[in-house]
Each structure stands twice: as C-alpha cells, then as structure tokens.
C-alpha cells in the first residue's frame, strides 16, 4: 500500500522484518548519520530519486569533497534542510505547543522532515 504513493520517503527507516508492513520504496531518503554509522542508510537503503542528510556535516562524514561540489551523493541529488522550515512552520508549531499547554521541548524529527519535504517544493502536502 506505501509503496503505491507517488513519492515514499523514508526517515533512518529500517526495513528488515517489516516490508509487507510497510513497503521497501524509497524516493527520498532522509539520513541522520548516527554515530559511527558509515554504512549509506540503514540495511543499505538506497533512494531512487533524493537524499537528505540532516546537515552539511553530516554528508562530510560519509561523502567526497566532489559530493559537496555537486550536491549529489552516490548518484542522488542532495534535497538540504530548508532555512524557509522556521518561517512556514514555526508559527503553527508554537500554536501547538501553546494550545497544549507544553512548555518546553522540540519538535520531532519527522516535523522538521515534513517541513522541509515541503518547503523544498517537492510535495505539496504530506
């Protein structure tokens, strides 16, 4: 059923043992770089269109002074993190956290992900 959207994008997502859950598509792949993972992705993953790396220096941890150059790696086109993220969606998360009475703490990695999956004009919802 995942895969059949038109675009998936996986999160540091592991797949082993949940495929017929949630698929195996990836068009974009959103890599974190934890530690010493060196390894591209988890399990392997490989995206078919794009990937984004949480920052620049993440991608110097894995990738070539020639990756940066050309904002690709392994052949993928590096979608970064949007400095338009805080502008677009700022605002709401601040209403969110007023609206539960929740006074400290951050947003999710997967908010910040969906901010800049649409700030970036890939998608236009998500």
Not at 35 to 43: D, I, R, V
Not at 54 to 64: I, N
């Amino acid at each position: 059923e995942i895969d059949a959207h038109d675009t998936v994008i996986r999160y540091n997502a592991p797949l082993k043992g949940y495929k017929t859950s949630v698929g195996s598509k990836a068009d974009v792949l959103y890599w974190k770089v934890r530690g010493e993972e060196k390894e591209y992705g988890q399990e392997n993953q490989k995206p078919n269109k794009f990937i984004m790396f949480k920052d620049e220096t993440k991608l110097w941890m894995v990738g070539k002074p020639k990756d940066v150059a050309d904002n690709s790696y392994q052949g993928k086109h590096i979608l970064w993190p949007s400095t338009r993220r805080l502008e677009y969606f700022g605002a709401l998360y601040d209403g969110y956290m007023k609206e539960r009475k929740i006074t400290r703490g951050a947003a999710s990695g997967g908010y910040k992900l969906a901010g800049d999956v649409l700030a970036s004009g890939l998608c236009s919802r998500v």
